[in-house]
């Protein structure tokens, strides 16, 4: 699904490239200047990004996650897999599923909450990358606040299911 | 294939530039790549067990990143000298109320790519005078209620987590966004400078 995505992505975004280069030369110039500009713009964090990443799921696989969450228990895994959540990027395609490993190798809903909100509203390792487009001010306190709310909503899921 | 990379990039990037950068330059610009690029090679001398997972999975992410890259920079070309300030200041702009916090919802939700592409977007969009409570919205709900995640979410983790999950994301979303704003109204403004934010170098 999401290769098809990915092609829908270029052929929209090239054909407008196209549509403006044929009403207006100069624009698209400029245009492809720009688009030029922030690519390698966003390059040295992307990479750094990217290589941390790999570095972290490499090291922390999937299953050790699984194995170690599965026997913990109690208000410790939830704990636990809330920062594993908070540190960690795991794509949502992977991480998703991961969960509902938890879920069947013991843990407790509030703990495989706690592990998806934190992954998906803190987001830790792309901190540096967000400072650098919209300042600190903004960043800082967005993952701040998703952090009590990921923690305040995985509590709530978790006593509703 | 780590390493060199960096500076495979640097080779063909001023071309545009007016002002050659010198090596010192591109080695701080570089500076957390060659970090990373460090470690890794560590792991592949000390740790080769471990080296390979690690190889994998940065060469994964490294092709997603790179093809996602791409038309995200042409976007945000076509953006910069396509869209009007005044289309996005009324859409998206602080007067644009409950339509401009639907739009920002429904936008950050849609099929797009992964969370770090919506940050240059989202500085782009601020520069073209969206309001700062509608940019927190789009990228909370980038991050955690993106559509094709929750079908896959009600899939494996069932429909009534998902709801769950959902009904209580959408109003944090919101309510993160208007304490935002209030606290970067009541702070001076954005540090910033919304003028330069497409020169992001």
Redesign the interface.
Known sequence: ?SSI??WS??IV??G??GV?ALRDRA??R??????????????????????????L???V?PEIIVRYLGQEAGWWATITAFVLGVVLYI???VS??L??SL?RAGAS?TT??AF??GL??V?TL?L???I???????AL??NF??LL?AFA?AI??GM?? | MKPNLPQQMSGNAPQDKPVRKTLRQWLFDYRLALIVAVADLLIWIFWPAQAAPVIRNTWDYLVEMVVILIPVAVLMGLFEVWVPKQLIGKYLGHESGWKGILLALLFGSAPTGPLYVAFPIAAMLLKKGASPLNVIILLNAWAAIKIPQLLIEANFLGPSFMLVRLALTVPSAILMGWLIQKGIEHTGGLDIDPAGSESIS
Do not use: C
Not at chain 1, 30 to 55: C, D, E, Y
Not at chain 1, 132 to 138: P, R
């Open positions: 699904m995505i990915t992505t270029y975004v090239f407008a490239l403006l624009k698209a400029q245009a492809v200047k720009v688009a030029v500009k922030s690519f390698f713009g966003m390059l040295p964090i992307m990479l750094a990004f990217i290589g941390l990443i790999g570095l799921l490499g090291l696989s794509a949502s395609l998703i599923p969960a509902a879920l809903m495989v909450a998806i909100t998906m509203m987001n792309t540096p990358l967000e650098k487009h919209l300042g600190k001010k903004m306190s967005r606040l998703n709310f909503i709530v899921i509703v299911l």
